[in-house]
């Protein structure tokens, strides 16, 4: 740290000196412009420059399948808008791994192909995506898989099952682009200054934004299982749809909670999520004291439905806490 006395000069003008070993490092120098962010109490300096799409490269001789595929997503995340991938020679095996990444990806093409190499890249202005509108859509497939997932096993409808499992593709996508947009802003005062979310939000967003990526996670898993189960007692699948219901209702109150803009209103909703989440514990006792009276396998798959539905309202009682950490008074 260096400290630095504000001067005056011309009357009127405050003015402070910039450290030289940054400035060399940094290409400032005589007559370089430079750009000023205020947040808050403090004042963020960097030297102005062109906006440019970032363009990465990464050797991928070595990686194949899955190890492929998050490595394309790795550098998606990372903020760069063109990467290009290289090899000796891009086999069909590593081209369909390009491919599968790509898909799970919003906004992204392939550009160009060659026999050593794959270029894609990402078409989406940056500035235009929405941390606040992905974090929303995210809650929206989210809390509605859940209540599916529970509606294909009560039902025993294999084909809501199976789209319950197709729509966690969509809360993934959804996430990496949350996921890009944070890094961006942690990277760039420019980028936060465009999204028009105060940073400390957009780390909000984005740790809220997991726990909604694993409640869908959970939504899937409880879907799978569905389809291998068939009818279940009645008393059972009204205990479960209510367990559901609660925890839907806890997650509701959590996101509510986040996007209040009165800090009174988000510490209430909070408060009434975390208590919730306590009455669910009760609830889900009770459950399992019912499952012990059923055939062991079909128990077994069932213990599990009723634990994914925990942990979903466990995931809301994190967002809860977030919110109430967002609301709370700032030093």
């Known amino acids: 740290m260096e400290t630095r006395k504000v001067q005056v000069t011309g009357g009127s003008t405050y003015t402070v000196s910039l450290p030289k070993g940054w ?38 001789s070595d ?4 190890r492929l595929t998050r490595a394309v997503m790795t550098m998606y995340v990372s903020g760069f808008d063109i990467i290009r991938l290289e090899a000796g020679r891009i086999t069909t095996d590593q081209r369909r791994a390009i491919r599968d990444a790509t898909q799970s990806l919003v906004g992204v093409e392939v550009l160009e192909e060659t026999t050593d190499s794959v270029v894609i890249q990402d078409l989406l202005d940056s500035s235009e995506l929405s941390i606040v509108n ?11 898989m859940l209540e599916d997932a529970v509606i294909a096993l009560v039902e025993n409808d294999d084909d809501i ?8 593709d969509d809360v993934d996508r959804l996430w990496l682009v949350v996921s890009r947009i944070f890094r961006a802003t ?46 279940i007692p009645e008393d059972v699948a009204d ?15 959590a996101m509510d909670a986040l996007f209040a803009d009165e800090s009174d209103e988000a510490s209430q909703l909070g408060h009434a999520a975390h208590e919730a989440v306590l009455e669910i514990d009760e609830h ?3 459950i399992d004291d019912m499952l012990r009276e059923l055939e062991p396998v079909q128990a ?15 995931y809301g009682g994190n967002i809860a806490e977030t919110a109430l950490q967002k609301a709370a008074p700032r030093p």
Not at 63 to 66: A, K, M, N, P, V
Not at 198 to 203: I, L, S, T, V
């Open 23 to 60: 400035a060399t490092e940094n290409g400032v120098s005589a007559g370089t412009t430079v750009e000023f962010y205020p947040e808050d109490d403090a004042l963020l300096l960097t030297p102005q420059s062109d906006v440019e799409r970032q363009e990465g490269t990464l050797d991928v």
């Open 63 to 66: 990686l194949e399948g899955e």
């Open 134 to 144: 992905a974090v929303s859509r995210m809650r929206l497939i989210a809390t509605s």
């Open 161 to 168: 099952a199976r789209d319950v499992i197709e729509r966690d």
């Open 186 to 231: 942690l990277r760039s005062p420019r980028a936060a200054e465009e999204l028009g979310v105060p940073r400390e939000d957009c780390f909000d967003f984005h740790s809220s934004a997991r726990q909604l990526e694993r409640v869908a996670d959970h939504a899937a898993k409880i879907s799978n299982l569905a389809l291998k189960l068939e009818e």
């Open 239 to 253: 205990a479960l749809t209510e367990l559901q219901a609660d925890a839907t209702d806890v997650l509701e109150k």
């Open 284 to 286: 889900t006792r009770t």
């Open 300 to 314: 077994q798959s069932l213990g599990l439905i009723v634990d994914s539905l925990s942990r979903s309202a466990d």
